[in-house]
């Protein structure tokens, strides 16, 4: 068991791929927090995960929220003792031409996926100093962390940022055992995919089906959607890495889409 009884927070873990993280996490006897803005189904989550014998618990947060951020964080630490993993991944898209991107929306957009990860950062660190073993974070990033894509001006800005604060994490937190990666996922098919591909095939003009062999996978190696699991595996690697030789670093996982 690579995570036995280590304490991981995974944002947005109610759905998709935070939700296999979680569920990854716990086979490996990892205690998870599932942490989402929808509180129901993060404990459909634990319920899931209970009954496989694993451990878990449900927190409500909203990550733009820093006082909800920070009470999640104090509850877990007070039923856990700590925390050694935290996953940063909610996210949502907004897709629109750069003209047009109502900055309501966009600022939306970089709260959740910026704001977001400094905020559950800010909560954890301090936790992972004290406990004298450091931790593991980990950013949700995606493709969009290292290449563009058209209307998602917002996406991209934020998921490039996202390297940006995991380096400075890196170099802040290394003389303390806390070390930060990046996840760049390519298209993973999930609710966020599936609500894209009829928006796209309206702005674009093209089918839904020419979104996906077109847009979404034209660009890999074999024409396949990554997995859940897929990105789970990498997540388990980088939580699970206990030295500094792989801090600072992101790793694509696209199938072949974008090669560094
Ligand atoms: P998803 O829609 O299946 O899950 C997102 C989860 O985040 C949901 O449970 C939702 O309730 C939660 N969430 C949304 N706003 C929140 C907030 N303010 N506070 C807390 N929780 C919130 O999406 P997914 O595809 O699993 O995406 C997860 C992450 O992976 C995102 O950061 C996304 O950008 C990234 N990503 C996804 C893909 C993909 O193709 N699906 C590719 C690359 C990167």
């Not at 992972?128 to 996406?155: D, F, N, P, T």
């Amino acid at each position: 068991m690579k995570l036995k009884d280590k304490v991981c927070i995974v944002t947005g873990a109610a759905s998709g791929i935070g939700k296999q993280i979680a569920l990854t996490y716990a086979r490996e006897g990892g205690k998870v927090v599932i942490a989402d803005i929808n509180l129901q189904a993060a404990q459909a989550v634990v319920d899931e995960i209970q009954k496989a014998g694993g451990q878990a618990m449900a927190v409500t947060m909203d990550v733009t929220s820093e006082s909800e951020v920070n009470a999640a964080v104090d509850k877990v630490v007070k039923a856990w003792g700590g925390v050694d993993v935290l996953v940063s991944n909610a996210g949502v898209q907004i897709v629109h031409p750069v003209e047009e991107f109502p900055f309501a929306e966009w600022k939306k957009m970089l709260a959740i996926h910026l704001d977001g990860a400094f905020l559950t950062t800010k909560a954890c660190v301090p936790h992972m100093k004290a406990s004298g073993r450091g931790g593991s974070i980990i950013y949700m990033g995606s493709v969009h962390s290292k290449e563009a894509s058209v209307l998602k001006s917002a996406y991209v800005t934020a998921k490039h940022g996202l390297i940006g604060l995991c380096k400075t994490v890196s170099k802040e937190g290394g003389k303390h055992g806390i070390r930060a990666n990046v996840i760049c996922p390519g298209f993973v098919r999930t609710p966020l995919v599936d609500k894209q591909i009829p928006e796209q095939a309206k702005e674009l003009g093209i089918s839904e089906a020419d979104v996906i062999a077109k847009v979404m996978l034209k660009e890999t190696v074999d024409g396949e959607f990554t997995t859940v699991q897929d990105v789970a595996e990498v997540a388990l690697l980088f939580a699970g890495f206990e030295s500094n030789a792989l801090t600072g670093q992101s790793l694509v996982v696209s199938h072949g889409w974008f090669m560094q």
